[in-house]
Structure formats: structure tokens, C-alpha cells
């Protein structure tokens, strides 16, 4: 035989539900209210103006951009591409990695990751400070390097970070 709930007891329950019911939307309805939307994420982008080259749009070769690299870049970028040299008058007092690269211009599409670096590399940059050392040349505007030499050089900064 089943025991016979009093009648001020499911009075209690049905409050004490109603209860929790008006507590559980008045916690959402807050949330909602109060919830800021995400700030967008600013790519990194050259201080120079310029657009792309065709050069994120060609096949490349990581190995010949690696040489190029090398011969073009290694003096400001230091060994694999790991930053740090000093650059006296820039804010940051040395140059910016490219191993890894800043996080904002990271992709997992190719073509965008290619794109947010070429305009560095065609366009050139001056660091934030008041009389940056070290400014990165217009490689591409100024045709210091052909746009398959830059498309190489892409493909190796590309491949420097990939996920380990």
C-alpha cells in the first residue's frame, strides 16, 4: 500500500519547483543580457599599404624558400626564423618571430595563411617605436625577389608552423 501524500506537501513541491523554474530563467535571461559579444580578432598586417602579390597564389617549394630565406632573411630573423635579434628604437626591442608566427595571421586555410604573409613580405613593414633599427623591406613592390622567390619563402614560414 502506497503512502497518501498530504495535500500541503505537493503544495510545497509544486512552490518549490515554480520556485527553481523562476531562479533557472531569471539565471539565463542575465546571462543573455549581460553577455558581451566576442571582440573580432585583428590580423596582423603590415604597417606599409599595399596588397597582395601573386606570389600566395603560385605552387611553391619549401626547400628553395628555406635557401632564399636564408640568403635574404636569416639577418634580421634570425636562425630558423625564431626572431629575437636585437632591433634598437622598436618598441619590442627586437624582431617578432616567424617561428612561430603571430597567432592572428595563423590559418588552417593555406591560401589565407599565404595571404596574410605575403603582404609583409611584398609590402615590407617599420615596426611600432620611434626609430626602429630594423624595418622590413618591400621585398615584392621594390622587386628585390621574384614572386616565385617569395612564394617559396612563404611555403617555408607556412611550414615552420605547422602544428608539432
Known amino acids: ?11 510545497d513541491r509544486r512552490t ?9 530563467a531569471a539565471a539565463l535571461l542575465l546571462c543573455t543580457v549581460s553577455a558581451k559579444p566576442a571582440a573580432a580578432v585583428q590580423i596582423a598586417r603590415p604597417s606599409n599599404a599595399g596588397g597582395p602579390g601573386a606570389a600566395a597564389t603560385l605552387a611553391a617549394n619549401p626547400l628553395a624558400g628555406a635557401k632564399s ?22 618598441t619590442d626591442g627586437t624582431v617578432p618571430p616567424l617561428n612561430p608566427i603571430d597567432q592572428t595571421m ?7 595563411f599565404a595571404y596574410n604573409i605575403d603582404l ?3 609590402n615590407g613593414s617599420t615596426p611600432d ?7 622590413m623591406p618591400a621585398w615584392g613592390a621594390d622587386k628585390m625577389l621574384t614572386q616565385q622567390q617569395i612564394a617559396d619563402v612563404i611555403a617555408y614560414i607556412v611550414s615552420l608552423n605547422q602544428a608539432k
Open 120 to 122: 609583409f613580405i611584398q
Open 106 to 112: 595563423v590559418s588552417k586555410d593555406r591560401k589565407a
Open 69 to 90: 630565406f636564408a640568403v635574404n632573411c636569416l639577418p634580421c630573423n634570425g636562425a630558423e626564423a625564431k626572431g629575437g635579434v636585437p632591433n634598437p628604437g622598436s
Open 16 to 24: 518549490l519547483w515554480t520556485f527553481w523554474g523562476w531562479l533557472a
Open 1 to 11: 500500500m502506497k503512502p497518501v501524500q498530504k495535500e500541503d506537501d505537493m503544495e
Open 129 to 135: 617605436g620611434p626609430h626602429p633599427a630594423i624595418r
